[in-house]
């Protein structure tokens, strides 16, 4: 680890703490800041040494793209198990959309508690 230098102030000697640069980074999704924000609350020791080593964009970043591409590989094999077909969605568009929707929450619900709040 660094050694830490301090300055002098008054009485009091403040570490003198510089974070690292990052490097611009695209904007986090739906789930890296559900991340954040599960990580705030729950696991407030984890954030904090993520945002002290300045790897807390990183992370989320992880996170938000895993939890994109396991969204994307999950709902095509759940709406086949639920049996939401091309021609049920051209005979019967009601029940297609209400069996993809059901399809994505399951999903959700599966990274929710595999990725986010883990």
């Given at each position: 680890m660094n050694e830490l230098h301090y300055i002098q102030?008054?009485?009091y000697q403040i570490p003198t703490l510089i974070l690292e640069e990052q490097p611009p980074q695209k904007p986090l999704g739906?789930?890296?800041r559900m991340r954040k924000t599960y990580l705030k609350e729950h696991?407030?020791?984890?954030?904090n040494n993520l945002l002290l080593t300045g790897k807390l964009t990183a992370h989320l970043q992880e996170i938000d793209e895993a939890a994109n591409s396991r969204l994307e590989q999950m709902i095509p094999e759940l709406a086949k198990a639920?049996?939401?077909t091309e021609s049920l969605k051209y005979s019967h568009p009601m029940r297609w959309v209400g069996l993809m929707n059901n399809c994505k929450a399951q999903a959700e619900e599966i990274i929710l508690t595999e990725l986010i709040n883990n």
């Open positions: 102030n008054g009485d739906k789930y890296g696991r407030t020791v984890l954030y639920a049996g939401a």
